[in-house]
């Protein structure tokens, strides 16, 4: 069976912060653009080796803003990549963009290098809220953008929206979901507000200006009904699609396929192996001209590790975990976990469609906390069937509680 690879590339310019983002990007830092593309491309080409192995059938541009960065860079990443490993004709190549970062000429030029979807940070049509949050854009720049976007043949569109933002109420969301939906993207990326340390936006935190948890769970619950109503199921906690365009780049992840990144914070997951790049953008060119580490975090996942991973990856989707895959592909006892999953439903947390296990909508708000005890009920079962383990200071079992304490 012929190997799949994904590819993420960072992009880490942006033209301003927004106050509630907490992923690696800067502002301000445009002169090292030429550098960090000459990099980039010097890092894509040395790897070619690791990726010769597989065909690559998606490929990411996330950041940051490429948008920003410009169409030219990012053709020039593409056409490198390209030429260097296996990219199938059929593959989704994604680009993130800002509304006010969108022109007819970048456009036209990312369609014909063969870039076919587009990421649209929306975030809400509310114009108030988008100054709150240090966004560059109103939203009749998001609908002009579209309209451009759709008049390039770009059809696979997806948007990125937040709720839970200062001052935002159910009736703004409600708003926010209409307006969207009439622009009719293919995809819909819909996350709650979380106050990142260190981020401006957690001036906020405690204040009345912040919607209630409960609130923001009464807009999570609107939102899974008002999306699958139009056309929008769920596939994910924080994902919803028009069937047959749900990201197969974002899928990867979440089913522990293969994927590969560049870039400073990057990370990949490749044939087991974890392993994540420096958050330090003139560290990572001058890593890679250089010849010097770049390296941040490495580790080997052991089938423990992978089995942790498919709950807490698997239990993200509307698809779901079994019985049979788990047994089969990580050689344990599923009954406590099944126990679990059981006395979840007769409270509504979650539902069985054949062998297969899912959260309903109840179940996803309250996820974090459920996936934790499921990894607690895993830890259990392991220890049970494998008594040897608690004779080696229980360190695999150990390092799965650790990581379920860190769920919440």
Not at 1 to 13: D, S, T
Not at 153 to 182: C, E, H
Not at 269 to 287: F, H, Q
Not at 337 to 342: A, F, K, M, Q, S
Request: proline residues 3%; contains cysteine; glycine residues 10%.
């Amino acid at each position: 069976m012929e190997r799949r690879l994904g590819i993420y590339i960072h992009i880490p310019f942006c033209a301003g912060k927004c106050s509630y983002c907490d992923f690696y990007s800067l502002a301000g830092m445009d002169k090292l653009m030429p550098k960090y593309q000459q990099a980039l491309i010097r890092h894509i080409e040395e790897s070619a080796p690791n990726m010769e192995q597989y065909y690559i059938d998606t490929v990411y541009f996330g950041g940051g803003t490429p948008s920003y960065y410009g169409a030219k860079y990012i053709c020039g990443i593409f056409s490198a990549l390209k030429s260097c490993a296996k990219v199938l004709k059929s593959s989704e190549v994604t680009v993130e963009m800002n509304p006010d970062s969108v022109k007819k000429e970048d456009l036209r030029l990312l369609k014909s290098e063969g870039i076919n979807r587009i990421s649209l940070g929306v975030q809400s049509a509310n114009d108030e809220i988008l100054k709150i949050i240090g966004r560059r854009h109103n939203f009749r720049q998001v609908e002009q953008a579209v309209r451009l976007m759709k008049a390039e043949g770009f059809d696979n569109i997806s948007m990125d929206l937040i709720y839970g933002l200062p001052g935002q109420t159910r009736n703004d969301w409600a708003d926010t979901l209409s307006k969207v939906i009439a622009l009719h993207p293919r995809h819909l990326s819909c996350y709650g507000l979380k106050l990142e340390e260190g981020t401006p936006l957690c001036k906020y935190e405690g204040s009345d200006f912040l919607p209630t948890d409960d609130e923001q769970a009464d807009m999570y619950l609107y939102m899974t009904d008002i999306l699958e109503h139009y056309g929008y199921p769920q596939y994910e906690i924080s994902n919803f699609a028009m069937k047959g365009y749900r990201s197969r780049h974002n899928l990867k992840y979440w089913k522990l396929d293969d994927y590969m990144g560049f870039g400073p914070g990057a990370h990949s997951c490749v044939s087991g192996a974890r392993y994540s790049y420096i958050k330090d953008l003139e560290g990572y060119i001058n890593g890679v001209l250089e010849g010097s580490e770049i390296i941040d975090e490495y580790e080997n996942t052991d089938r423990l590790d992978r089995a942790a991973e498919y709950i807490m990856l698997g239990m993200r989707t509307v698809r779901g975990i079994s019985r049979e895959e788990y047994s089969r592909v990580y050689r344990s006892g599923f009954d406590g976990i099944e126990y679990l999953l059981g006395e979840y439903e007769k409270k509504g947390w979650t539902k069985r469609r054949g062998e297969r296990w899912s959260f309903t909508s109840s179940g996803f708000l309250l996820s974090n906390m459920l996936i934790g005890t499921l990894l607690e009920a895993q830890s259990q079962e392991k220890m049970s069937a494998n008594p040897w383990i608690i004779s080696t200071d229980n360190k695999e079992a150990s390092q799965l509680q650790g990581n379920s304490n860190n769920l919440g």
